[in-house]
């Protein structure tokens, strides 16, 4: 492989190889010296590695610049429009203020894209971004309910990954102020957290709508990796010791089938209805079982039994082959599967790819082959849409395969997670198909949701000229384009082998083998 350093960079960087940062000399000729000799000044542990790209055929290059390009077109119109906003209206070139942080102005897009803008090197725009964090965020602002789930995931590891790439403790004391407020949520009688809390009174409650008033596993279960980290950073044990507490819970409790319902409730401590997904409701809950196994360096094998056993009840009970041969997972409502999938579990494919090269035991070629096939049924879903995006979720009934056939299906809100099944199975397997499927997509974004003010989402994938939904998604810079850009890099930018990537894309460093764990000294 070759790591030809950019010649007289070696006093400016600390050139570390084996720390899975880097930036391509290939993007960054003539200003790159002067840039990090100034970003030196702020940091002293900069830590970054400049050389060309393994694998750096024109090809790979010119779509791996592409993404950075549209990164950049995404992020410059923010600032334009919505800067300090949550999110952009890319058409109409004003905040979206209706988004699920609501109207009070948290960064959304800030905290959650400074670490795409880092590791694509953006120096300048993530410089201002890092500005705005140490100068304006305020989130005693925040006077209305807001989502325990996606401010952890999008805030708190948004922000621990900027952490751990950079050393700037401004970011660790930014989420831990944060995650401090997410903690009255947890006070229920069996210390699972209500979905919703108040950062300003602190009260807190679950939506109306869920099950009786239970809490949702892939809400509750999506919290482990950036409360175990934290608390190792800062040396605090309370946000460990929270999540601890619901793996314990949940262990203890009684599987029908050995699945895990959608619901909890967390007052009784016991099941709502027995709705079972790896889609929407259950699927990031799957996802940091295995997550929270490789955080630890393995050495947490409760988290991995418990994956590799939910696994099997899952493939068991839920995975569907139709008609024509494409592999799916089906929900379960009440022992009785509907046959459709959203585009959210397509994440699936590359977590299981993932669990099959983490840990070689008698599940590993199973989870490679379904894997494989899963990716396969999302990129059809793709494929068979007029946009050749994919919609939100599409059924397997009668004639109909991998289409949507209800309107409210047929949306497209910029979502990731089919770009992200063909990032894991292009780093697993290194088939060129999931470079060339994802450029499919880019080509697809590019023509019927780039607009001049930003990106947009759809209203129906299935027409030629689809409706714009006018909302650029903080999620399309933090996942979408983060998961695109290392499609086309090399295999040591964010290596898996020393981070591992929480469910908003934010990568955070595995314990005992990546350098910039940072762990605290006690």
């Not at 396969?376 to 946009?387: F, G, V």
Request: hydrophobic fraction near 35%; charged fraction near 25%; proline fraction near 3%.
């Amino acid at each position: 492989m070759s790591k030809a350093a950019t010649s007289g960079i070696l006093s400016a960087v600390v050139v570390i190889a084996w720390t899975g940062v880097y930036f391509s000399k290939h993007q960054y000729p003539a200003t790159t010296l002067t840039i990090v000799e100034e970003l030196n000044d702020d940091y002293n542990d900069w830590n970054i590695s400049l050389y060309s790209a393994e694998d750096g055929n024109d090809t790979t290059l010119e779509r791996r610049d592409r993404v950075r390009e549209m990164m950049k077109h995404a992020w410059d119109n923010y600032v334009k429009y919505a800067w300090g906003k949550n999110e952009l209206r890319p058409i109409t070139k004003r905040a979206h203020s209706a988004s699920i942080f609501g109207t009070m102005p948290v960064g959304a897009t800030i905290l959650d894209g400074l670490d795409t803008l880092y590791i694509m090197g953006l120096q300048d725009e993530f410089k201002k971004g890092r500005d705005w964090v140490a100068n304006e965020l305020n989130i005693d602002s925040l006077a209305s309910d807001v989502s325990v789930f996606e401010v952890n995931i999008r805030f708190v590891g948004g922000l621990l990954s900027c952490y751990a790439l950079t050393g700037d403790v401004l970011f660790r004391d930014k989420a831990q102020e944060i995650a401090d407020k997410l903690l009255p949520a947890f006070q229920t009688p069996t210390g699972i957290p209500n979905a919703l809390v108040n950062f300003r009174t602190g009260s807190s409650k679950n939506y109306g709508w869920a099950s009786g008033g239970s809490s949702i596993l892939s809400e509750f279960g999506t919290l482990h990796l950036e409360f175990a980290y934290l608390s190792d950073v800062t040396g605090n044990p309370i946000y460990r010791s929270k999540v601890d507490h619901i793996r314990q819970h949940i262990r203890s409790m009684e599987k029908p089938k050995g699945l895990y319902p959608n619901y909890l409730n967390p007052k009784t401590g016991k099941w709502g209805q027995h709705h079972i997904s790896m889609g929407a409701l259950g699927d990031s809950f799957y996802e940091y079982l295995l997550k929270a196994w490789m955080q630890s360096n393995k050495e947490d094998n409760e988290a991995r039994q418990m994956f590799d056993d939910a696994m099997q009840a899952v493939m068991q009970h839920m995975l569907h082959t139709s008609s024509s041969g494409l592999t799916y997972f089906a929900e379960l409502k009440f022992d009785r599967p509907e046959h459709k999938m959203d585009h959210l579990g397509c994440f699936s494919g590359g977590l299981l790819a993932l669990a099959s090269k983490s840990l070689k035991n008698e599940m590993s070629d199973k989870y490679m082959d379904i894997a494989d096939k899963i990716t396969n049924t999302c990129h059809e879903s793709y494929a068979r849409s007029q946009t050749k995006l994919g919609p939100e979720s599409f059924r397997f009934t009668g004639g109909v395969e991998a289409r949507a056939l209800k309107s409210s299906e047929k949306y497209y809100i910029l979502r990731p997670e089919v770009i992200e099944s063909y990032f894991y199975m292009y780093r697993l397997t290194k088939d060129q198909k999931y470079r060339d499927w994802g450029w499919q997509a880019v080509e697809a974004l590019e023509k019927h949701c780039r607009v001049p003010g930003g990106y947009t989402g759809l209203k129906n994938v299935d027409t030629d000229e689809p409706l714009q939904d006018d909302v650029q998604q903080s999620f399309f810079l933090a996942e979408t384009l983060k998961y695109l850009y290392l499609l086309y890099s090399d295999d040591t930018l964010i290596s898996l082998d020393q981070w591992v990537f929480n469910t908003e894309a934010h990568p955070l460093p595995i314990k005992g083998v990546n350098p910039y764990y940072r762990e605290a000294s006690v």
